[in-house]
């Protein structure tokens, strides 16, 4: 607990919303600073990639038009030589042409290939640090307890200064408007019992006030 705001004190009237205590949230703060800056830069990187990824698919359509082109020109020759007009050592130099195009287009679609799987990883942890920024947030938020309801601070259970634990109490904000009646019955009775289930009470002695009100 690093404050407890003035208005924070028992009988003190509250509204909701309103701030009761406020928890350290400097460590969820920082997280919540590291995880938008990892933000922005896989961003960047993101964008540095979209122009690799442009680049490397026009490398790969001009690799596939120079193996499409070589491949005609080898299918050419091999008529050529058909018809003895061509001798093998042009048919081989056109056939070593065609399988170092065919090489470059290789290499080429590998590289498109790669740059796609880098960018879904960086996709992936792009998806993974705003879930941790969403979550410091959360977290940031949840160190100042505000009053759930309209009402008045009945009790205060923490002081500044002191350590908090999961599901610790620490104030009691009574709605004047509903009254939190404790009664004690026989276990035999809770068969017959639910929650929400309406009651009936009676006051005892004189008067013959009845209220109605649920079950909690």
Not at 11 to 29: I, R
Not at 37 to 56: C, H, K, P, T
Not at 101 to 122: F, G, I, N, Y
């Amino acid at each position: 607990v690093v404050e407890l705001p003035d208005t924070t004190r028992a009988g003190a009237p509250v509204v909701e919303g309103q701030g009761l205590v406020q928890l350290d949230d400097h460590d969820f703060k920082v997280e919540e600073v590291i995880a938008a800056q990892a933000i922005v830069d896989i961003e960047s990187q993101l964008a540095s990639l979209a122009v690799e990824q442009e680049s490397a698919a026009q490398r790969r359509n001009i690799a596939q038009e120079e193996v499409d082109l070589t491949t005609k020109d080898f299918e050419r020759i091999k008529t050529m030589q058909s018809r003895d007009a061509a001798h093998q050592r042009e048919v081989d130099q056109i056939n070593q042409q065609l399988l170092a195009k065919r090489t470059a287009l290789v290499t080429a679609e590998q590289t498109v290939s790669q740059l796609r799987v880098r960018q879904t990883q960086l996709i992936a942890t792009q998806r993974s640090q705003e879930a941790n920024r969403r979550l410091a947030q959360q977290r940031v938020e949840r160190c100042r307890i505000v009053s759930p309801h309209d009402g008045y601070i009945e009790a205060i259970d923490v002081r500044e200064g002191e350590s908090l634990t999961a599901g610790m109490r620490v104030a009691r904000v009574v709605d004047p408007m509903v009254i939190e009646v404790p009664l004690r019955l026989p276990s035999s009775s809770r068969s017959l019992l639910e929650v929400g289930g309406l009651v009936e009470l009676h006051a005892t002695g004189a008067s013959s006030t009845r209220w109605m009100g649920r079950l909690l």
